[in-house]
């Protein structure tokens, strides 16, 4: 059950009252001006955009912000120093806020500096010549920022959103744990801050970590559940959480509408999902936040007109903007030009760094042109920014493959598939590897796990088939191969396969030849004469076939 309604029953039990939609449209009024006055754009929008979702008939009263006891004798440099950070000059903001020790100016002075170290580190990467000077690109004020917010923590007056700073600081310094923990004492001081609930998801590396997390028990709860569900790639957990919240009064959120597209993109059910991004692109046609994924439902499904449609539409709204880069990318690869694919990927991540889509499907492009060295390369950033994406992986693995490492490639997709268990194509992808090493009898497993997990393509049933074939085991091959001629015919799985269907004929006309059932033989070498590949082929069988049957009715008779 929804967490929302769930608070709502243990409210009214209480004799309290259930919050009411104006309630939660309160809340997020609340979290709105708290993180604007922060500086936490992003927050701000999320919080705003939710709060104008909710329909209700109750005024609701705009709601004040509490401010720290120095925060009065503050105030005229705190807004200097947030004019500032408006407009973007980081480093100045910080000097004008210097010495300030309220929360409000503590937290901002500092946010200033880790903003203004990203800016340079970002700045230093587009200089960087080759991997070695990437990875020894970092922010240089992670350390003392660090040491700054453990002072103020020692004497134990870090706010809430400081403690969200620390944990930004802590993750950026790869120490997940401990962020894990600021971002938690984060929450219970400020539990409205949506920057945090969406750090700590981020950070959860499992389902049975996701559900152990001490988190209060807040109505935000169940966003961040259905964020982290979506992470982890748990698709029917965060389907359920973003549909009941789409029930309880969030019905008209863009944002709720974007998640649920999002899931059905990550379930693969790819027409559901370009009904919901066209639905949410028609009600909010300026927005940019998420159309490279919509422009990836209609990659897949090859949409050239609708892509280019939206591709023309963006770059009317903001033609530098990184998705925007990214939709214009996906409409140039399919339309097979890979080298402006390839420039617009590449425009995409030095707007946006750590965007791990776009550095992965930048790896994909790479790979198009044989160009194994920087295709690794973009699927290594892309995983430095998320790790949770198994394309990244899977990218990694395919290139090793490629080029003839069978246990690096392996290792690569043994990491997708803790990520993506139930993905065919990852397991067809290691029964390949442990081919390659000889490794029959696993690679047999993988591919059955893949037949099993709804190989809708065919390709794990003609893979499991040959390498049956291989190893002579003739009879498992055959049934194998007939299952799979069968289900061609019948529910057009492997129609796209049609030189495998020939194969598939021509090994059982060849199979049930030699155990002289010439009646299924002379079947299948007469549907071979459908198939380019195995026509000619085909027809000598067909030959033998009927030559064989001729004696043996002879013989009869």
Not at 131 to 148: Q, R, W
């Amino acid at each position: 059950a929804c967490l929302i309604t769930h608070a709502m029953q243990m409210a009214a039990e209480e004799s309290r009252g259930p919050p009411s939609l104006a309630q939660l449209k309160q809340g997020l009024l609340l979290s709105f001006l708290q993180c604007s006055e922060r500086g936490l754009v992003y927050s701000a929008n999320w919080a705003i955009e939710l709060a104008n979702s909710i329909e209700s008939d109750e005024l609701v009263a705009t709601p004040s912000v509490d401010h720290s006891p120095l925060f009065p004798s503050e105030r005229t440099r705190y807004y200097l120093g947030r004019s500032l950070y408006d407009l973007r000059e980081f480093r100045r903001a910080a000097h004008a806020l210097r010495g300030c020790q309220s929360d409000e100016a503590f937290f901002l002075r500092l946010y200033c500096l880790y903003l203004a170290g990203q800016k340079t580190k970002e700045d230093n990467r587009v200089d960087a010549i080759g991997p070695e000077d990437l990875a020894s690109v970092e922010n240089t004020e992670l350390v003392g920022l660090k040491k700054e917010l453990a002072e103020r923590d020692q004497a134990q007056q870090l706010d809430g959103f400081a403690c969200y700073l620390y944990g930004v600081v802590l993750k950026e310094l790869r120490l997940p744990s401990e962020a894990r923990a600021m971002f938690l004492r984060s929450l219970h001081l400020s539990p409205l801050l949506w920057a945090s609930w969406k750090e700590l998801a981020q950070l959860c590396d499992s389902r049975e970590m996701l559900y152990s997390l001490e988190v209060p028990n807040h109505w935000l709860r169940d966003f961040f559940l259905a964020e982290a569900s979506l992470n982890l790639q748990l698709t029917e957990d965060a389907l359920s959480y973003y549909t009941n919240l789409n029930l309880v009064g969030f019905s008209n959120s863009a944002y709720i509408s974007a998640q649920l597209a999002l899931v059905n993109y990550h379930m693969k059910d790819f027409p559901q999902a370009a009904l919901l991004f066209a639905a949410l692109h028609e009600i909010d046609p300026y927005r940019i936040t998420d159309m490279d994924v919509y422009s990836n439902v209609l990659f897949v499904q090859e949409r050239v007109t609708e892509l280019s449609r939206l591709a023309q539409e963006v770059v009317k709204v903001d033609k530098y903007h990184s998705e925007t880069c990214s939709v214009l990318a996906n409409f140039f690869s399919l339309r097979g030009d890979h080298e402006k694919a390839i420039a617009y990927f590449r425009r995409a991540v030095r707007l946006n760094g750590s965007d791990h889509s776009a550095w992965i499907l930048l790896g994909h492009e790479y790979l198009e042109l044989k160009n194994c060295s920087m295709a690794v390369e973009a699927y290594s950033r892309g995983l430095e920014s998320n790790k949770q994406d198994f394309r990244g992986y899977y990218g990694l693995g395919h290139t090793y493959e490629i080029l003839r490492m069978p246990c690096f490639a392996l290792y690569y997709y043994k990491q997708a598939h803790k990520l993506r268990s139930s993905d065919s194509r990852i397991l067809c992808a290691m029964g390949a590897c442990y081919e390659e090493l000889a490794q029959y009898q696993e690679a047999k497993k993988c591919l059955k796990r893949a037949v099993a997990f709804r190989d809708q393509e065919g390709t794990a049933l003609v893979k499991l088939a040959k390498l049956h074939g291989k190893l002579k085991e003739d009879d498992d091959a055959a049934k194998l191969y007939t299952r799979f001629v069968a289900q061609a015919e019948t529910s057009g799985v492997g129609v796209h396969l049609p030189e495998e269907q020939g194969h598939a004929h021509l090994y059982l006309a060849h199979y049930h030849m030699k155990r002289r059932n010439f009646g299924e033989a002379e079947a299948h070498a007469h549907k071979c004469r459908e198939f380019v590949a195995v026509r000619e082929e085909g027809k000598s069988v067909l030959q033998e076939v009927l030559k064989l049957k001729t004696v043996q009715d002879s013989a009869s008779g």
